[in-house]
């Protein structure tokens, strides 16, 4: 089993043994970075593996792999030299790992190590980009006996993480740290286990002092509680959220506390994602078992279903893959997500003949049409793309227009209710300085049943307006909620207990 090994990177000696106590429960192994530590305090950590009481691993990173040591490479030997002097008989008063980089060759620091049982990890990084010879650099790095090959990369695409994942399954019979360094490979280190690592390194990130060392880190008590890295095994099932950029999603909450109230041996982790194709090569490697989708690929997935559900047909945006004996299979549970929130919002429980406005016509509004549609409502769809609202409307028969003058006079025929579905006044979405409010021009009555889907923030510009204007709004946080109830059913084969509701929130990590 991967172990969780704690980066130590304060200023003082001090500071980190207050840091370890702290956050001892979750760590098997902590790394001290003495380039991360003052001067004066350097020359004292020969003493730090018995204060601290746990395996540590002595490591002294240059600026060139990431590091702080500037000091010049006989310095730095020297320190290290300093950290495994006088080693003692209790092995557990030496350092128990020293990190020496692959193409550091002195001898005479392997030997002192190896003598006293210190393990060495032979490193190498590259902190700029993901080598394309990775496989043998790896199979180049210098090693002999029980030593750890540590290959630490950035990723600049899924790509990368791929090709980082193929080359440690080149690398057998040799115990390794593989890291796609940055946030296309944060889940490189959730998945240790399944990448084959030996350990991830892990950061504090509530510590006001302490910066993570390393780009991508995970808190190390979000990677022990939230994820249960501990308990992830082979048999562990993987699932998660594919995205762009996904730079916050509030689903790896939902998913792993509802696997951990139920027991369940699975783990949902993010999955930035900048090419379809490559990630699903590398699902298939990681046998990864279902997946939600979010913006911008819940339209792009459809041509690499096997298998889909006649809802994906119709509504033509699919935000839920398991995959079955033939592939992946797609369903969308956006439409009953939102049809169940929706009926809730209203306190009706028939809407036919209602006229309600959808602003968008993306995934999300293509659900919400279909819904709306099933449910006998007259519809108007609005779009900044006009022609994508006339292509959505023309499959319901339903009205359309664009989003300026002429389709925000005809929102005053279809304004019982209006939805707002476009990405507008979410967190992240970029704007390029226009409004954040895409019917800006619209003058709520106060009278019109206002949705918006978008949950981060609460209240959006276009929420806001509406609540002044003293409309009934809602928010699109308990549609989020429904569609994840169906999506948990979908990948477990069984329905959400749904007296689990107010205890399983999404909360960004
Ligand atoms: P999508 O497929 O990428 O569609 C984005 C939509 O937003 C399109 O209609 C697009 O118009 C419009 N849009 C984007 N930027 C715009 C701008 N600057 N000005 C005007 N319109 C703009 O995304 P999606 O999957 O439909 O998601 C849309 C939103 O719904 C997201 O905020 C998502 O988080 C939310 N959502 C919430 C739930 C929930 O459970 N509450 C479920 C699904 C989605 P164009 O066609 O002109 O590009």
């Known amino acids: 089993m991967a172990k969780i090994c704690l980066c130590l990177s304060a200023k003082t000696l001090e500071r980190n043994l207050e840091i370890l106590g702290k956050y001892r429960k979750y760590a098997d192994i902590a790394e001290l970075r003495v380039d991360c530590l003052d001067p004066n305090e350097r020359l004292m950590i020969r003493r730090f593996p018995e204060l601290a009481d746990i395996p540590v691993i002595l490591t002294i990173r240059r600026v060139v792999d990431g590091g702080f040591f500037d000091g010049g490479e006989g310095a730095r030997i020297n320190l290290m030299a300093r950290g495994l002097a006088y080693a003692d008989a209790d092995k557990r008063r030496n350092f128990a790992y020293l990190d020496l980089e692959n193409d550091l060759d002195v001898p005479s620091l392997e030997e002192a190590a190896r003598t006293f049982g210190t393990r060495i990890i032979r490193s190498y990084h590259n902190i700029e980009t993901t080598d394309a010879d990775l496989p043998f650099i790896i199979r180049s790095i210098p090693h002999s006996g029980n030593d750890i090959i540590k290959a630490s990369v950035k990723a600049n695409s899924t790509r990368d993480v791929l ?10 019979g040799q115990d390794k740290i593989l890291i796609a360094m940055g946030h296309y490979g944060i889940y490189s280190r959730i998945l240790a286990e399944k990448f084959g690592s030996f350990m991830n390194y892990s950061a504090v990130l509530n510590e006001p002092d302490i910066s993570i060392s390393a780009p991508g880190q995970v808190d190390i008590k979000e990677l022990a509680e939230l994820y249960r890295f501990h308990k992830i095994t082979a048999n562990t099932k993987v699932y998660g959220v594919i995205g762009h950029p996904l730079k916050s999603t509030g ?22 994602v900048d090419s ?7 699902a298939q490697e990681l046998k990864v078992c ?5 913006v911008p690929y819940k339209e792009a997935v459809i041509p690499f279903l096997n298998n889909h559900h006649l809802d994906i047909i119709d509504i033509g945006a699919c935000n839920t893959l398991l995959m079955g004996l033939q592939g992946w299979e797609g369903t969308n549970t956006d439409a009953r997500g939102f049809s169940d929130s929706l009926l809730k919002f209203y306190g009706k429980s028939n809407i036919k003949k209602h006229r309600v406005t959808v602003i968008g016509a993306g995934g999300a509004a293509q659900a919400v049409v279909h819904e709306l549609h099933r449910l006998g409502a007259k ?8 022609y994508k609202a006339r292509d959505l409307a023309a499959r319901y028969k339903c009205k359309w227009g664009g989003l300026d003058n002429r389709g925000i006079e005809m929102m005053d025929k279809f304004h019982d209710i209006i939805i707002q579905a476009t990405s507008l006044g979410m967190d992240g979405c970029d704007t390029a300085g226009s409004s954040t409010d895409p019917v800006e021009m619209y003058r709520f009555s106060g009278k019109e049943e206002v949705m918006d889907l978008v949950y981060n923030p609460e209240m959006t510009p276009f929420l806001k307006r509406a609540a002044n204007a003293g409309c009934r709004y809602q928010n699109g946080y308990d549609m989020l909620i429904r569609q994840a109830c169906y999506q948990y059913a979908r ?7 749904e007296h689990l509701t107010s205890r399983v929130q999404f909360g960004n990590t």
């Open 379 to 386: 519809i108007l769809i609005l779009n900044r793309s006009a």
């Open 276 to 282: 379809l194709s490559t990630f699903f090569e590398l």
């Open 491 to 497: 990948f477990t084969g069984k329905d959400f207990p």
């Open 251 to 272: 689903s790896p909450r939902f998913f792993n506390t509802i696997f951990n109230i139920e027991s369940i041996n699975a783990v949902y982790v993010p999955f930035p």
């Open 290 to 294: 279902g997946l939600s989708v979010t």
């Open 163 to 172: 090709s980082l994942l193929r080359a440690g399954r080149e690398c057998t």
